[in-house]
């Protein structure tokens, strides 16, 4: 990526880039962040037969000065009382979760409503020594199968929402947020490959749409066809947390030539450790610090369940934290 790139000027109304009262972000302002790894990281995707255990995670992660971890699938690293004192043991905050809805299908939708104010209560129990760095729930879809199969940029046109679909899928979106504003609780919505918001012009639409925030994931936005940093700048006021990812569109290219889907591509290190990839992490993080960012920084690598070594892993993650540490000079 070129970072000259960066330099793009918002070109988008001020209704999607003003930040709210009281709200991490805002142009000009130096930026305050805290970065935090997360169990995806380390292959724990379920929380049955996770490849590594919650403390020895969680270990890892405070000896390579992560302040933070993602909580991976509800339930894997305890919930209520559990949950805080195993962070507070660590030295470690919660920067959120990932809640998938099926916005697309209405009954559905209804029914993993139970699963998201469930959610909702373990975030909401955590302390938080600062307001700016509360858990945030990162709304997403459901894997689309069909858009699964085939991840990522030229994507099938005839795959994506219809203009009849969009707006009983925004409404949707715009309660799920308002039930998480309810708990007090900001979210971002996480655009992800194989679902229904992919794009950039998939992304846009949804801010069109509803007033959610945004969860910017630099590696997937990257695969989908986007550009990360040019994102950052056109987004600014509505990014309340970033994944940061590195991605390999040749090897994604590979991966989908072969008939392969997102789960192979990420058997294949599509998400390589940061560097290893396509993107310039110097400037995704200059042009964070250009729009006065301020949050969790959520440094994450897509990796394998099994098949890996887990001493390899661990090290892949220390250094992606002393990377990503060594571009973010405002904490």
């Not at 988008?12 to 997360?38: D, H």
């Not at 690598?301 to 973010?328: F, K, M, W, Y």
């Amino acid at each position: 990526m070129n970072p000259a790139d960066s330099a793009a000027v918002s070109r988008t109304p001020e209704a999607r880039t003003g930040g709210s009262a009281g709200e991490p972000g805002g142009q000009g302002r130096p930026a305050r962040v805290r970065i935090a790894s997360a169990p995806v990281s380390f292959g724990v995707y379920t929380t049955e037969g996770a490849p590594i255990a919650p403390d020895d995670m969680l270990a890892i992660m405070r000896a390579a000065g992560y302040d933070g971890t993602d909580s991976g699938p509800i339930g894997y690293l305890g919930t209520g009382a559990e949950l805080a004192d195993r962070l507070a043991r660590h030295g470690l905050g919660l920067a959120g979760g990932w809640v998938d809805l099926r916005y697309g299908d209405a009954p559905g939708f209804a029914e993993d409503l139970a699963a998201l104010e469930a959610a909702l209560d373990v975030f909401a129990g955590v302390p938080v020594d600062d307001p700016g760095f509360a858990p945030r729930p990162t709304l997403a879809c459901p894997p689309n199968p069909a858009r699964f199969a085939r991840p990522g940029a030229p994507v099938d046109r005839e795959l994506q929402l219809t203009p009849e679909e969009w707006p009983g899928f925004a409404a949707r979106v715009r309660e799920a947020a308002a039930r998480c504003r309810d708990r007090g609780l900001e979210p971002v919505f996480h655009p992800h490959l194989g679902t229904d918001v992919e794009t950039e012009e998939e992304v846009e639409r949804l801010l069109d749409l509803t007033d959610v925030s945004l969860c910017l994931d630099t590696g997937h936005l990257w695969l989908a066809g986007g550009d990360p940093v040019a994102a950052i700048g056109r987004w600014a006021g509505r990014i309340r947390q970033v994944h940061v990812k590195d991605a390999s569109r040749d090897t994604l290219a590979r991966v989908r030539a072969a008939g392969g889907d997102l789960g192979e591509a990420v058997r294949r290190g599509a998400f390589p450790p940061l560097g290893a990839g396509d993107l310039d992490i110097g400037a995704v993080a200059r042009a964070l610090e250009r729009a006065g960012y301020e949050g969790w920084v959520v440094v994450e690598q897509d990796v394998p369940a099994t098949g890996r070594d887990p001493e390899l892993v661990a090290a892949d993650q220390v250094a992606n934290r002393e990377r990503l540490a060594r571009t973010i000079t405002n904490r």
